[in-house]
């Protein structure tokens, strides 16, 4: 099947993004109908991203009306760049399933990722304070150092020495020193979709989420601007049409792993029914 970027097409693919914003609701209402904890790490994260998702695709499936209309070309910029955040979810989600054998292990690789997010909020900080030095007289350094203790204390698992005056992060390697499950050496260091989707083929014994990172690096050129990507993002409507297709097949395949992580009580049948009425549209594709 070859399917090309026609109104009739369009229309059924519009079709999909609503049944999987539908089905992505069920998945939380049925997620949150058990309570978490510490123990249920896992259904913690994947929620967090199912949210996500839901976000982008609701977003997606507003900007997929009348798509087919090439007076809307330039739709394909947000469409591209919203898909691409939808599937750097699915990245997520699916690298930490293979984790889910190991609590330690598990517990380690999103400390991993809150490094890098406190390795943001420490520049931002410091940017910040700067910005606000322009309008009213603060000590910056002050400043800063009272948002790090305040910080450090929410989360010095983190840190070399939580209570030490200087701003230092324990390393990945030294976060992962638990860990049940070791990571082989190339994959060592901070987390990136690169690593992340090596871990996913080493896993994956379907072959079912490969496609996830071919659709995030064809996306992420609609981001990274070159002279030489001119015609992929002004020209090529029909390769476009069709990563899209392949990439949201790949989202529902990946929300439809996540649902059954997340378990719960009540609309099981519905996600259920929600999802071959998806794959009934995918094969009314022309």
Known sequence: ??????????????????????TLNLIGQRAVSEPFSEKKLLKHAILDLCKQIYAN??????LLSDFHDERNNLKRIPI??????????????VYLIT???G???LKNEIDVMSRDYAKFLRFFEEEKVKYLQEFEEIEANEEIKKWEISFKKSQPHLFVNPDDSQWILKSPKKLRETSEIKLPKELDGPITEDKKSERIKQNDKTGDYGLLYVGFRYFSQYQHYSFSNREMIEELREEFFGILLMSIASIATTTSLFSSILGGSGTKEGIKNNYELINNLFNNLE
Not at 1 to 22: A, G, R, Y
Not at 57 to 62: E, F
């Open 99 to 101: 984790f889910r054998n």
């Open 1 to 22: 099947m070859n399917p090309h970027f026609t109104e009739h097409n369009n229309q059924i693919l519009l079709s999909i993004t609503d049944t999987l914003v539908k």
């Open 57 to 62: 695709i609701y977003g997606l499936n507003i």
């Open 103 to 105: 609590s330690e292990s």
């Open 80 to 93: 591209a760049l919203i898909t691409r955040g939808a599937i750097a979810d699915c990245l997520t989600g």
